[in-house]
């Protein structure tokens, strides 16, 4: 079974940046798409930005321009580096595979605030 470990979230002001992580555990991590998914208060989560196995990435419009997704598969780990956060980007963030699996990790909650 794979588990999915977020970290990197907190408080930030508008325009300020934040690095999410995620570990994962598993083989099936080496061989699968991988997304940043993120929900907000009364939405329903949302596929935030993903990268394929080749490194191959695509994002939603909300965030294209502004926040990067990386991995490094010898370390099993995916990374979400989030730019010129805007209020709009409170949430809380999840790492899944890309098309999500239905187990998820507790996810890392990213405030933007003044």
């Known amino acids: 079974q794979v588990q999915l470990v977020e970290s990197g979230g907190g408080l930030v002001q508008p325009g300020g940046s934040l690095r999410l992580s995620c570990g994962t555990s598993?083989?099936?991590?080496?061989?699968?798409?991988m997304g940043w998914y993120r929900q907000a208060p009364g939405k329903e989560r949302e596929l935030v930005a993903s990268?394929?196995?080749?490194?191959?990435?695509d994002y939603a419009d909300s965030v294209k321009g502004r926040f990067t997704i990386s991995r490094d598969i010898a370390k099993n780990k995916v990374f979400l580096q989030m730019n010129s956060l805007k209020s709009e980007d409170t949430a809380v963030y999840y790492c899944?595979?890309?098309?999500?699996?239905?187990?998820w990790g507790q996810g890392t909650q990213v405030t933007v605030s003044s």
């Open positions: 598993g083989s099936l991590f080496s061989i699968s798409n």
């Open positions: 990268i394929t196995i080749r490194g191959s990435t």
């Open positions: 899944n595979r890309f098309p999500y699996l239905p187990s």
